[in-house]
């Protein structure tokens, strides 16, 4: 069956629908699996509004993260064969991405950390910006803030898959505007050499933006998703303010390459709903399609919940996470001589000669 | 006796052989090149990469992630300018993820003027390495340490930067330093481990029985013991002044010559103990000469040693030009040559405070 594209406002380029689209069979969740999605969609939201009232605040220098991606990222979370270790999949995330990772279990407090920048943080103990998780046993790669060279670190652990003919697969997430990096191009080179195919699921998040600069002004192609073509890398641009055709689309690509063991690039057009970063406000858009309310709508619909029911969810994850903020205001700022802490695997202090 | 090439062929080899290596690669490092300086003939490990520096670079980073020991060439270091974001990427990723995860590589890439490479083979990369924190970075002159350098890179738990002296890659050790396990012999070994000529599909190396052999990263060796003048280099200048200081040894000027091997970490006790002793100094090293290694040292110098010295600190670098000229006549006028260190050394050891 095909997926679903919805036309007009979900801002999926009309092209699309010619894409390959026999991805796996479009269902609508079974409640159970629509109430979980849509809680952690709304804890995630809830979470990164969270974070741009302690940027506000003056609790954290930059904010910058992936709320207006839930509808995406929430499914691709849960879908992960999470772990540690090559038979587990590799993640090499940016920094819109910590609704994956609270949908794989991680502790939101612990992002609330680095906003704060603390001692306590433990993906990076105060050093990086909020959104750059590491977690190791997870699989987890460090996020990073230059644009798209995880997609040239990606190929690394997927011919390590490849060569021990491991079960997992590596994952690999960055936005639209960072396509034209060159490391895009390296991934898809590497990823689509005959006979060395990697298992890798390369996932574009379409948010028509590269900071300021609209899609129109940095791109030629109709579909990020095209550049596939030349390399036989089968690909499709759905409609990612969607859970359940995101979610659709995630397993079907995922199957593929864990079958296949070939790469498969999906993109997903989503919405960006508070600007690029702190740096452009943080302020809530209106022109652009939000992913929750369009699924409570749903779930209302379908009878699932009601909007009071909703708001008082909104409101529990809402005080939950202000008086975890709260608490991490009171976790102790990093001590002036840890700078030299970790700068060697076999040296953690530093070289004294 | 082993040229210094023979020398890391056969350190990748026991690499790959004993001690975890299991990626051997670059643009023409696999079969049925192994590599445009034959440093990779034979190898097991050994595959050919698409041209395309970063993500070279991207997959030693993601195989390293992925617990796998890979070894990256960048076929001349002239061309591994595009991808000093994925070589800060290497050397920050374990200090960024507060020690989550070490990125254990190796990337060799030969570096220098000597062999009349124009402009773009005959750069010097040791000023550039030394600006991105949390590599190791060594450099042989000899064969036996670049086979001793090689096993500490390869086993080392960080990421190491192999730079090698292009001009002494064919140059056969001395008496001496030899490696252990290696036929006396240059034609018997040359018949064990080069690749024939024309067709090699069926060719494979016969190993000597090597033994292993360390040279601690972070131990300079002194190369001429002296007490007038202490010179401190490394790579390809060590036998220019070597040769300067045994002409000069006829006009009874003593010069020590200290080979640092390692660029960081760097051997400061050795280094003191010779400016100790002459309390004269020069530096001698190819890169371009504003932002040279040579200036940290000599900085150093003045700050923690500058009651030990009787004359000003000397550093004879390339010119700080675009490039090395092809003409023989420009490649002197740009590189430090053999004359040059002698009227250095001997400037230095008659100057009168």
Redesign the interface.
């Known amino acids: 069956m095909i997926i679903p594209v919805s036309s007009g406002g979900s801002g999926v380029p009309r092209a699309a629908a010619n894409m390959d689209m026999k991805l796996g069979t479009f269902t609508e969740f079974s409640p159970d699996v629509a109430l979980s999605v849509h809680a952690l969609m709304l804890q995630a939201r809830v979470f990164e509004e969270r974070l741009i009232a302690m940027y506000k605040q003056g609790d954290g220098y930059f904010w910058v993260g992936g709320p207006g991606e839930e509808a995406f990222n929430i499914p691709l979370g849960l879908l992960v064969n999470k772990g540690q270790?090559?038979d587990h999949d590799?993640l090499h995330l940016h920094y819109r991405s910590a609704a994956t990772l609270l949908a794989m279990g991680a502790d939101p407090v612990d992002s609330l950390r680095q906003m704060k920048n603390t001692a306590t943080?433990?993906?990076?103990?105060g050093?990086?910006f909020v959104g750059?998780a590491?977690?190791?046993k997870w699989n987890v790669?460090?996020i990073?803030s230059?644009i798209e060279?995880q997609?040239?670190?990606?190929?690394?652990?997927?011919?390590?898959?490849r060569?021990t003919k491991s079960k997992g697969i590596?994952i690999v997430q960055g936005g639209d505007a960072g396509t034209a990096e060159?490391?895009f191009s390296?991934c898809l080179?590497?990823s689509s050499?005959k006979g060395s195919e990697l298992p890798i699921l390369i996932l574009v998040a379409n948010n028509k933006y590269g900071i300021s600069t609209p899609y129109e002004g940095q791109h030629g192609e109709v579909c990020i998703s095209d550049r596939g073509k030349a390399f036989k890398i089968r690909g499709a641009t759905i409609d990612g303010n969607d859970p359940e055709v995101s979610w659709a689309a995630i397993g079907a690509a995922m199957h593929y390459v864990r079958t296949e063991r070939k790469p498969f690039l999906l993109e997903a057009m989503v919405s960006r709903l508070h600007g690029h970063s702190s740096a452009s406000g943080a302020n809530f858009v209106k022109n652009e399609i939000d992913c929750i309310a369009r699924f409570e709508h749903k779930l209302e619909e379908r009878g699932l919940l009601t909007r009071a029911q909703m708001n008082e969810m909104r409101a529990h994850f809402t005080a939950e996470l202000l008086e975890a903020s709260k608490r991490v205001r009171k976790e102790p700022q990093p001590l002036p001589e840890t700078i030299w802490?970790?700068?060697?695997?076999?040296k953690?202090r530093r070289?004294v000669? | 006796m082993a040229t210094m090439i023979q020398a890391i062929r056969m350190a990748l080899h026991v690499g790959e052989e004993r001690l975890g290596v299991?990626?051997i690669f670059g643009q023409d490092v696999g079969p049925p090149l192994g590599g445009v300086f034959t440093g990779t003939q034979g190898l097991e490990t050994a595959w050919n990469?698409?041209l395309?520096e970063?993500?070279i670079?991207?997959?030693?980073?993601?195989?390293?992630?992925?617990?796998?020991k890979?070894i990256a060439e960048i076929q001349f270091c002239d061309y591994a300018f595009n991808s000093i974001?994925?070589l800060k990427?290497a050397g920050?990723?374990?200090?960024?993820?507060?020690?989550?995860?070490?990125v254990?590589l190796v990337m060799m890439t030969p570096v220098g003027a000597g062999i009349r490479g124009s402009i773009y083979h005959s750069h010097s990369f040791d000023a550039q390495a030394t600006r991105i924190?949390?590599w190791?970075i060594v450099m042989p002159s000899n064969p036996r340490d670049a086979y001793g350098l090689m096993l500490s890179a390869i086993v080392?738990?960080?990421p190491v930067m192999f730079l090698e002296p292009k001009a002494l890659l064919r140059v056969k050790g001395r008496d001496g330093e030899e490696i252990p396990g290696e036929p006396g012999d240059p034609k018997a070994l040359s018949k064990m481990i080069d690749a024939p000529l024309g067709d090699r599909s069926a060719w494979k190396p016969a190993w000597p029985k090597l033994e292993e052999y360390y040279v601690s990263i972070?131990k300079a060796r002194v190369a001429r013991a002296g007490k007038d003048v202490t010179v401190l280099t490394y790579g390809r200048n060590v036998p220019m002044c070597l040769a300067a200081a045994g002409e000069l040894a006829k006009d009874g000027i003593d010069a020590e010559i200290i080979d640092l091997r390692s660029l960081y970490?760097y051997?400061?006790?050795a280094i003191k103990d010779s400016v100790r002793k002459t309390h004269r100094v020069l530096c001698v090293n190819e890169d371009t000469e504003i932002t040279n290694f040579g200036e940290h040292l000599i900085r150093r110098i003045i700050e923690e040693l500058f009651y030990e010295l009787h004359a000003p600190p000397k550093l004879l670098a390339g010119a700080h030009l675009p490039g090395v000229g092809l003409a023989d006549a420009l490649e002197r006028a740009t590189i430090p040559q053999t004359s040059g260190i002698k009227a250095a050394i001997d400037t230095l050891a008659r100057h009168q405070p």
């Open positions: 270790g090559l590799f943080d433990p993906y990076s103990r050093r990086n750059h590491s977690i190791r790669a460090p990073s230059p060279v997609f040239s670190i990606a190929i690394g652990t997927a011919e390590a898959q060569k590596t060159g490391d390296t080179v590497w050499r802490d970790y700068v060697y695997a076999d953690n070289e000669n | 299991t990626d990469s698409p395309d970063r993500g670079i991207g997959m030693a980073i993601g195989l390293a992630l992925a617990g796998r890979p974001d994925m990427i920050n990723t374990y200090w960024a993820s507060a020690g989550d995860w070490n254990p924190p949390g190791k080392d738990p960080n972070g970490p051997d400061w006790p």
